[in-house]
């Protein structure tokens, strides 16, 4: 079977959007004419997933005269996969051809040679482009079909650019022109992926945060590659949820994917510094203040529910409140979907996926990108977890906007330790680290109710009991108001206990 390297990007095209990007791939080809395939493609797995959890995929692609098989596996790019092909006589899969094949070690195992069946497939109809790009040849490649699995069928739409020929920027460079001239939207969630998340029934649900595939013998940059990439990918499975109006759960997990990429470029700011970093954080920035309206909307409407439950004056109009505040939220998503939709957002989330790929930062004279990722890590989380031991001194007598300060420290702290999280070796105390994590999460979660109580408190006072307190000096009476100040009391003894536990903790 022999091995190859696929250098290409994938982008998401809308029905309506199909008839522009097929005449303006067309424009690019000129005068080369395109083929046409219909294209079968049957995927094999174990019914748990032992080859996907292991990073690969076995497909064996029909075009109704010729089989071909193909591994892929998984790097920390996701631009430029291993692959390996070879023809099959028909369209089971042939493991004796396996043998050469990153694969061959996991399917020798008689329990996943038995295991093995069609999880399942994917029929589209391909029209293929030549075009020469300024010395390179890119394959422009357009699908329009449907992923089948139990009975049931996911809609493809998308354009697939491979690099044939030349450079790697000359893919690049063709990519970003196609992103500021139509509606393309790029992806880093392949036909595989798409394929196995659909069988299982997980396709267009909120995702928690992944684990990088990370070992200890990485150096700096494949480190760094493997939780950008974890962080773009997990970002682009959140979003196919955010459309859907009640989903207040995809649009926290997008969140949380920008705000640990972000993080990340944190942690390895002095080896990923170059010419885009500046331009590439205030952009995320600015990402996270859309869905970060979106998110607090969220919240705020979810607390006046759970305030409109009683009996009195203060309930009923928080309960009318809520109602009117819909339109509210949902103006907030729908700017934080058209936000992802523009030009603006779709060139931001291409350059990210190219920055962490082949970002100038590596071929800066720094010479970090080479080093173990042991003798960077300890030291920068080392940094960090006394800045905010610092910060967080006398904690329990900060004014909120310190301590607000104090929770998003914890938080980012939070998650650049979890990177590291399931691969012992990268510091020195592994089971310290855990610890240093758990610490960290419970105080960003006490520290956020009492951000969320304060925020309710805010809006409560200025929206319902300030119209009524208007003729008097003093503030109405609330048992709500008791409520709140008791919440904050009990959260913050929380938040401090947590704090205690983490001053003590050395895992570096």
Same mark, same amino acid.
């Given at each position: 079977?022999?091995?190859?390297?696929?250098?290409?990007?994938?982008?998401?095209?809308?029905?309506?959007?199909?008839?522009?990007?097929?005449?303006?791939?067309?424009? @690019?080809?000129?005068?080369?004419?395109?083929?046409?395939?219909?294209?079968?493609?049957?995927?094999?797995?174990?019914?748990?997933?032992?080859?996907?959890?292991? +990073?690969?995929?076995?497909?064996?692609?029909?075009? %109704?005269?010729?089989?071909?098989?193909?591994?892929?596996?998984?790097?920390?790019?996701?631009?430029?996969?291993?692959?390996?092909?070879?023809?099959?006589? +028909?369209?089971?899969?042939?493991?004796?051809?396996?043998?050469?094949?990153?694969?061959?070690?996991? $399917?020798?195992?008689?329990?996943?040679?038995?295991?093995?069946?069609? $999880?399942? /497939?994917?029929?589209?109809?391909?029209?293929?482009?030549?075009?020469?790009?300024?010395?390179?040849?890119?394959? $422009?490649?357009?699908?329009?079909?449907?992923?089948?699995?139990?009975?049931?069928?996911?809609?493809?739409?998308?354009?697939?650019?491979?690099?044939?020929? +030349?450079?790697?920027?000359?893919?690049?460079?063709?990519?970003?022109?196609?992103?500021?001239?139509?509606?393309?939207?790029?992806?880093?969630?392949?036909?595989?992926?798409?394929?196995?998340?659909?069988?299982?029934?997980?396709?267009?649900?909120?995702?928690?945060?992944?684990?990088?595939?990370?070992?200890?013998?990485?150096?700096?940059?494949?480190?760094?590659?493997?939780?950008?990439?974890?962080?773009?990918?997990?970002?682009?499975?959140?979003? !196919?949820?955010?459309?859907?109006?009640?989903?207040?759960?995809?649009?926290?997990?997008?969140?949380?994917?920008?705000?640990?990429?972000? $993080?990340?470029?944190?942690?390895?700011?002095?080896?990923?510094?170059?010419?885009?970093?500046?331009?590439?954080?205030?952009? !995320?920035?600015?990402?996270?203040?859309?869905?970060?309206?979106?998110?607090?909307?969220?919240?705020?409407?979810?607390?006046?529910?759970?305030?409109?439950?009683?009996?009195? /004056? @203060?309930?009923?109009?928080?309960?009318?409140?809520?109602?009117?505040?819909?339109?509210?939220? !949902?103006?907030?998503?729908?700017?934080?979907?058209?936000? !992802?939709?523009?030009?603006? %957002?779709?060139?931001?989330?291409?350059?990210?996926?190219?920055?962490?790929?082949?970002?100038?930062?590596?071929?800066?004279?720094?010479?970090?990108?080479?080093?173990?990722?042991?003798?960077?890590? %300890?030291?920068?989380?080392?940094?960090?977890?006394?800045?905010?031991?610092?910060?967080?001194?006398?904690?329990?007598?900060?004014?909120?906007?310190?301590?607000?300060?104090?929770?998003?420290?914890?938080?980012?702290?939070?998650?650049?330790?979890?990177?590291?999280?399931?691969?012992?070796g990268i510091v020195r105390d592994h089971k310290s680290l855990k610890k240093l994590i758990d610490c960290c999460e419970k105080m960003q979660s006490a520290l956020g109710v009492i951000r969320d109580e304060e925020a309710i408190a805010e809006f409560m006072e200025r929206e319902v009991w300030g119209h009524a307190a208007a003729d008097t000096e003093a503030k109405p009476a609330s048992s709500e108001a008791s409520r709140s100040k008791a919440d904050t009391k009990r959260e913050l003894k929380k938040a401090v206990r947590a704090y205690s536990k983490l001053a003590e903790i050395d895992a570096f």
């Amino acid at each position: 079977m022999a091995a190859d390297a696929e250098i290409e990007l994938k982008f998401l095209i809308a029905e309506n959007d199909s008839a522009k990007i097929k005449a303006l791939v067309s424009a @690019a080809a000129g005068s080369n004419q395109p083929s046409h395939q219909r294209l079968r493609a049957l995927y094999f797995d174990t019914p748990n997933g032992d080859l996907w959890k292991h +990073g690969f995929t076995l497909r064996v692609r029909s075009n %109704g005269t010729s089989h071909v098989q193909t591994v892929k596996q998984l790097t920390s790019s996701s631009v430029d996969r291993g692959e390996w092909e070879a023809e099959t006589a +028909g369209p089971e899969p042939d493991l004796g051809l396996l043998k050469n094949t990153p694969l061959a070690r996991l $399917a020798a195992k008689s329990s996943i040679r038995q295991a093995l069946r069609a $999880a399942f /497939e994917v029929n589209v109809e391909r029209t293929v482009y030549l075009i020469t790009a300024r010395g390179g040849v890119i394959e $422009a490649s357009l699908d329009r079909g449907a992923i089948e699995a139990h009975g049931e069928k996911l809609g493809v739409r998308e354009l697939e650019l491979e690099l044939k020929s +030349g450079e790697h920027h000359h893919l690049f460079n063709l990519a970003r022109s196609f992103v500021a001239q139509a509606p393309l939207h790029p992806s880093l969630i392949s036909k595989a992926e798409r394929g196995h998340l659909f069988a299982r029934g997980s396709w267009g649900r909120p995702t928690k945060s992944s684990k990088p595939r990370l070992n200890r013998e990485m150096t700096c940059e494949q480190a760094f590659q493997q939780i950008g990439q974890a962080c773009l990918r997990d970002f682009h499975l959140n979003m !196919l949820g955010l459309e859907k109006l009640k989903n207040a759960e995809a649009i926290h997990q997008g969140r949380v994917a920008v705000r640990r990429l972000r $993080a990340a470029m944190t942690l390895f700011k002095p080896m990923v510094f170059d010419i885009a970093y500046r331009r590439l954080r205030g952009e !995320l920035q600015w990402l996270a203040r859309m869905l970060g309206a979106a998110r607090d909307r969220d919240v705020l409407r979810a607390n006046l529910l759970e305030r409109a439950t009683g009996d009195d /004056e @203060a309930c009923a109009q928080a309960s009318e409140l809520a109602s009117l505040f819909e339109a509210e939220r !949902l103006r907030a998503r729908q700017a934080a979907v058209e936000a !992802l939709d523009s030009e603006r %957002g779709r060139i931001l989330l291409l350059d990210l996926a190219l920055w962490i790929e082949d970002g100038r930062w590596k071929r800066q004279p720094s010479g970090i990108t080479k080093e173990p990722i042991q003798s960077f890590t %300890g030291l920068r989380l080392r940094k960090r977890h006394k800045k905010l031991i610092r910060l967080g001194a006398y904690l329990a007598h900060l004014a909120p906007g310190p301590r607000h300060k104090v929770r998003i420290e914890a938080k980012e702290l939070r998650y650049m330790a979890d990177f590291f999280a399931d691969c012992p070796g990268i510091v020195r105390d592994h089971k310290s680290l855990k610890k240093l994590i758990d610490c960290c999460e419970k105080m960003q979660s006490a520290l956020g109710v009492i951000r969320d109580e304060e925020a309710i408190a805010e809006f409560m006072e200025r929206e319902v009991w300030g119209h009524a307190a208007a003729d008097t000096e003093a503030k109405p009476a609330s048992s709500e108001a008791s409520r709140s100040k008791a919440d904050t009391k009990r959260e913050l003894k929380k938040a401090v206990r947590a704090y205690s536990k983490l001053a003590e903790i050395d895992a570096f």
